[in-house]
């Protein structure tokens, strides 16, 4: 390539850098709303520009490439500028061990297998006022029956609940308390 065409070519590039300069610092400002930063950004992005645009392998794309450089200015900067703190100071606890979810999870066990042994039209009842939170006559209205039978439905299924979760529970400390059987080995010496 003639090195004359080379450096008119150059000299284009360079003039169509210092064009795209409003444009940068618009786009610089609606992200920065700060008029020095917009200002230092742009700068920042059309050295960089300047810098590498031996790189620019097409020409017709100067406006993206330079977007992106004014892109990373900006990620840089707010990388940089960002406000830090010193963790080796600080003591992070969290009240939500891996116990506790556990746990969370045991009981949510537990609650879901008594519902399943409530009869059926308990179940229904149950799950659409306490868990649903549908009023008595929604219920009634959905489920097609007196809002009477929904009342008792929902009292004998949340008294047999309560039961049916203390027996849970009960069974489970039970199960903690028990000792651990010993096995006796037994040898015999001849």
Known sequence: MNPLNLF???H???QRLEAMRPRLYRL???WTMNPALADDLTQDTLAKGLRKVGQ???PEALEGWLFGILRNCWRDHYRS???MDE???EQLTDDLTPEHHHEQQHIVTKVRSAVAQLAEGQREVLTLV???GFSYAEVAESLEIPIGTVMS???RARKALAEKLLALDTHDHAKKREPAKKVSHIRRII
Do not use: F, T, V
Request: aromatic share 4%.
């Open 8 to 10: 008119s070519r150059d």
């Open 12 to 14: 284009k590039l360079k």
């Open 87 to 89: 963790l080796d100071h």
């Open 81 to 83: 500028h960002r406000d």
């Open 56 to 58: 620019l392998k097409k």
């Open 130 to 132: 306490d868990l649903e």
């Open 153 to 155: 439905r929902l009292c």
């Open 28 to 30: 610089a400002y609606s």
